[in-house]
């Protein structure tokens, strides 16, 4: 809740909220993705793998490099949480706050999901998404957010004043990821990270700034695709609230679970190489 202010404007307080903003990064220079040469392999691909994720539960699933993934509403409307590995370093995985700076608070179609320091690189491209007609609505809401964080057991805990939940996002994934690495849970927690919100709906209040949620428009059949850059290991969780329409976390929340394909297509993007580590020599000034 936001407090009143107690400190008197200064006499120039309209001309210093006057000033114009400035993109903190302009991506005029940046590398971005002929949507055209990714698209092309759409009419020709076979699918190689189906995975469902569970109500409520987590998943994980591999998409070699060259390969497409879908996530799919397959029989109501359901948000889910996902978290992006590189397959073979684990400890590169999806950053969801330079992706956010590089790209906006919701991703879409051509845009690219980066992954963390110091690697910093493109590990997927967003080749189709069906909810592209929705756009931002009146609320300032819009679906795909890389501004969320994930439910977690730890601010239920919090805001319940002791609740043990164990359905949360974060512990869903923490359990799926322990089990497909073999690792212990409190090992495999430490790789869970900041999720692409994937159908979710959400957008920031324009008087309090709080981080709000309202319905999915997501339906049966809806789907958000990418093209793995590098070779992926995906961990999606089912979110306990559903369509996030009423509740975050709920036993109640009519949940549904998701699917996710995986595709062969023929060949590459026309023109298409591999994303390099980033090339920062990483003295950092000594």
């Not at 979710?200 to 958000?224: E, H, I, N």
């Amino acid at each position: 809740m936001k407090h009143e202010a107690m400190t008197t404007a200064p006499a120039d307080a309209a001309a210093r909220k006057a000033s114009k903003p400035v993109i903190c990064y302009p991506v005029e220079d940046l590398p971005r993705p002929d949507l055209s040469a990714y698209r092309a392999l759409r009419d020709d691909l076979e699918l190689v793998q189906t995975v469902t994720v569970p109500p409520r539960d987590a998943a994980t699933w591999s998409v070699p490099q060259g390969h497409f993934c879908r996530i799919i509403c397959s029989e109501g409307s359901q948000v889910g949480d996902l978290n992006l590995f590189n397959a073979h370093d684990l400890k590169e995985r999806l950053y969801t706050g330079k992706t956010r700076a590089l790209n906006g608070t919701h991703v879409g179609t051509g845009d690219q999901l980066f992954s963390n320091f110091p690697y910093l690189r493109p590990m997927a491209t967003i080749t189709h998404d069906t909810l592209d007609w929705y756009g931002f609505d009146a609320f300032g809401g819009a679906v795909h957010d890389v501004i969320g964080t994930r439910c977690d057991p730890y601010t239920h805990n919090l805001l319940s004043h002791g609740g043990q939940y164990h359905h949360c996002c974060h512990s869903n994934l923490t359990r799926a990821f322990a089990h497909a690495t073999d690792m212990p849970l409190h090992e495999a927690e430490g790789y869970i990270h900041d999720v692409l919100n994937v159908f979710m709906c959400t957008g920031f209040t324009r008087d309090t700034g709080q981080y709000f949620m309202k319905a999915s428009p997501v339906r049966p059949g809806d789907y958000l695709e990418f093209f793995a850059e590098i070779d992926l290991l995906g961990c999606m969780s089912a979110c306990p609230g559903g369509d996030c329409s009423s509740e975050h976390s709920s036993d109640t929340a009519a949940c549904y679970p998701m699917v996710v394909e995986i595709y062969k297509p023929e060949g590459v993007p026309e023109g298409w190489k591999a994303p390099a580590v980033n090339g920062y020599d990483r003295s950092h000034g000594l």
